[in-house]
C-alpha cells in the first residue's frame, strides 16, 4: 500500500504564503503528486515531483525529498480562490504503473 | 476535448436497490480508475483497468460492488444490494501510459445517497 500524512485543515489570510506539507512510505518510490480540489468538484493536477527539488509554476511551487519522503506545496500571493483542498498522492508502494493512492487532503480557507 | 463524462450526477436510492454509475473516459485514454470520497475515508481507489482488462480490484469494499469495462470508451461500476453506508461520491478518472506526468483527469464524479 502506501501511507500518505498530511495536516487536516489550514487557514491564511490573502497574500499571504502558505506551506502545505506531505509525508509518504519512500520504498519503490515513483513520484509525488499535488491535486487541487474545490467544493463539490473533482480533483484537478497541480504538479508532479520525480526527481529532489523545487519544481514553479506560476504562483505554485512543489518540493520533494525523496531520501526523507516528504514534500511540500507552496502558495504565493494567496487568493480567496486558492481555499479548497490539497491532496498529496503517489503510486502505491514499489508498484509501478499510473494508479494512485492520495492523502486525506489538506482544507485551506483563505480569509481577507 | 470533452473530458471524463459520468453519469448520474446524482442519485438518490434506497437500501437494497441496484446502483449502476457509468464513465466515459478521455478519447485515447488506456487506463481507467474508479475512486469513492468520503470525508471519512478521503478518496479511495477502488479500482483500475488497463486496456479493459482489470488490472487490481483490492479496493473494493466487498462482493456487493463489481466494475467491468466491455470497451475502451464505457465502463460501469454497480453496487448491489446498496447500502446506506455505500453513500459517497463515485469518481472515474483516466489517463495516458507514458505521458510525461502520468497525471490523471477526473470526472465530476456520482453523488450518491442510499436511505
Known amino acids: 500500500g502506501q501511507n500518505i500524512d498530511q495536516p487536516t485543515e489550514m487557514t491564511a489570510t490573502e497574500g499571504a504564503i502558505v506551506q502545505i506539507n506531505c509525508t509518504y512510505q519512500?520504498?519503490?518510490?515513483?513520484?509525488l503528486f499535488w491535486y487541487q480540489q474545490h467544493a463539490g468538484e473533482a480533483p484537478t493536477f497541480l504538479s508532479y515531483?520525480?526527481?529532489?527539488g523545487l519544481e514553479e509554476k506560476g504562483r505554485f511551487s512543489s518540493f520533494l525529498s525523496r531520501s526523507k519522503g516528504y514534500s511540500y506545496l507552496l502558495l504565493k500571493e494567496l487568493q480567496m480562490k486558492d481555499s479548497a483542498s490539497y491532496l498529496c498522492?503517489?503510486?502505491?508502494?514499489?508498484?509501478?504503473?499510473?494508479?494512485?493512492?492520495f492523502g486525506k487532503g489538506t482544507t485551506l480557507s483563505v480569509s481577507s | 476535448d470533452a473530458g471524463v463524462i459520468q453519469s448520474p450526477r446524482h442519485e438518490v436510492t434506497e437500501m437494497g436497490q441496484e446502483v449502476t454509475l457509468r464513465c466515459k473516459p478521455i478519447?485515447?485514454?488506456?487506463?481507467l480508475f474508479w475512486y469513492r470520497q468520503t470525508m471519512m475515508r478521503g478518496l479511495e481507489l477502488l479500482i483500475y483497468?488497463?486496456?479493459?482488462?482489470?488490472?487490481?480490484d483490492s479496493g473494493m469494499p466487498e462482493d456487493r460492488f463489481s466494475a467491468k469495462m466491455p470497451n475502451a470508451s464505457f465502463s460501469t461500476l454497480k453496487i448491489q444490494p446498496s447500502e446506506p453506508r455505500d453513500s459517497a461520491v463515485y469518481f472515474c478518472?483516466?489517463?495516458?501510459?507514458?505521458?510525461?506526468?502520468?497525471?490523471?483527469?477526473f470526472g465530476e464524479g456520482s453523488r450518491l445517497t442510499v436511505l
Open positions: 478518472a483516466s489517463s495516458l501510459e507514458g505521458r510525461d506526468t502520468g497525471e490523471l483527469f
Open positions: 519512500t520504498s519503490g518510490f515513483n513520484g
Open positions: 515531483n520525480v526527481l529532489d
Open positions: 498522492a503517489a503510486p502505491p508502494a514499489n508498484q509501478a504503473g499510473t494508479a494512485l493512492i
Open positions: 478519447s485515447g485514454h488506456d487506463y
Open positions: 483497468f488497463n486496456n479493459n482488462v482489470p488490472i487490481d
